[in-house]
Nanobody, 126 residues
Framework: QVQLVESGGGLVQAGASLRLSCADSGRTLTTGAMGWFRQAPGKDREFVAAIRWRDDSTYYADSVKGRFTISRDNAKTTVSLQMNSLKPEDTAVYYC???????????????????WGQGTQVTVSA
C-alpha cells in the first residue's frame, strides 16, 4: 500500500525559503510522476509542480516558476519541493501526490494522481 508522508512545512516570513519532502513508505511497481499541489482556505486544490519519473522532466505552475524546484531521490523514492522567495500568497496546505501513469495533458490536474498525502501547512507572513 502506498503511503505518502509530507514534512517540512512551517511559518516563515516573506522572502524566506522552505523545503518540503514527501516520503513514500509503501511499495509500488509503477511510478509515472509525483507532484505537489496546494490548497488555500476557500479555494480549490491547485497544481504547483510535478516530476516525471522516466526522464526527470519537470513541470511548474506559472505562479511558482523560477522560485520553486521539484526534485527526487530515486533510491529512497522521495520527492522534494524547494521553495524560495516565498510570498504570502503561497500560504496553503501543500499535498504530495503520486501518479501511476503519466499524461502530458493531465499532469496539472488532480485526476492524474492516484495517491495523496495528508498535507503540510505552509504559512508565509508579510
Amino acid at each position: 500500500q502506498v503511503q505518502l508522508v509530507e514534512s517540512g512545512g512551517g511559518l516563515v516570513q516573506a522572502g524566506a525559503s522552505l523545503r518540503l519532502s514527501c516520503a513514500d513508505s509503501g511499495r509500488t511497481l509503477t511510478t509515472g510522476a509525483m507532484g505537489w499541489f496546494r490548497q488555500a482556505p476557500g479555494k480549490d486544490r491547485e497544481f504547483v509542480a510535478a516530476i516525471r519519473w522516466r526522464d526527470d522532466s519537470t513541470y511548474y505552475a506559472d505562479s511558482v516558476k523560477g522560485r520553486f524546484t521539484i526534485s527526487r531521490d530515486n533510491a529512497k523514492t522521495t520527492v522534494s519541493l524547494q521553495m524560495n522567495s516565498l510570498k504570502p500568497e503561497d500560504t496553503a496546505v501543500y499535498y504530495c501526490a503520486r501518479a501511476l501513469y503519466f499524461n502530458t495533458v493531465l499532469v496539472v490536474s488532480t485526476t492524474m494522481y492516484d495517491y495523496w498525502g495528508q498535507g503540510t501547512q505552509v504559512t508565509v507572513s508579510a
